[in-house]
């Protein structure tokens, strides 16, 4: 059972930075695409981004150029670095993991996933 813990949240200005961290209680960066998804007041959830097990990464056209996804495989953590923030930006952040070959080349599909952290909450003032 593959267990995730987000941490990072918190509340910034508008043009802010914020830096998540997804904790995965294993070493599962090898078989798994991880994501973060995010679900804002009133929204449905949507992703955000995610890297794959070769190093590849994807992004939601709304933060192309203002997040970066990575991980660190040593410490079983993903990140999600978040520049130039925006008040819609404000949602509750999960990170996710599926099995590469469940996902395919879709990372956006929430089905896909199999295994989800509780969320860290990010709200950015205008």
């Known amino acids: 059972q593959v267990q995730l813990a987000e941490s990072g949240g918190g509340s910034v200005q508008a043009g802010g930075s914020l830096r998540l961290s997804c904790a995965a209680s294993?070493?599962?960066?090898?078989?798994?695409?991880m994501a973060w998804f995010r679900q804002g007041p009133g929204k449905e959830r949507e992703g955000v981004a995610a890297?794959?097990?070769?190093?590849?990464?994807f992004y939601a056209d709304s933060v192309k150029g203002r997040f970066t996804i990575s991980r660190d495989k040593a410490k079983n953590t993903v990140y999600l670095q978040m520049n130039s923030l925006k008040p819609e930006d404000t949602a509750m952040y999960y990170c996710?993991?599926?099995?590469?070959?469940?996902?395919?080349?879709?990372?956006?599909?929430?089905?896909?996933?199999?295994?989800w952290g509780k969320g860290t909450l990010v709200t950015i003032s205008s």
């Open positions: 996710a993991a599926a099995l590469q070959w469940a996902c395919g080349g879709n990372w956006l599909v929430l089905g896909h996933y199999r295994y």
């Open positions: 294993g070493s599962i960066f090898s078989r798994h695409v």
């Open positions: 890297i794959y097990s070769g190093g590849s990464t």
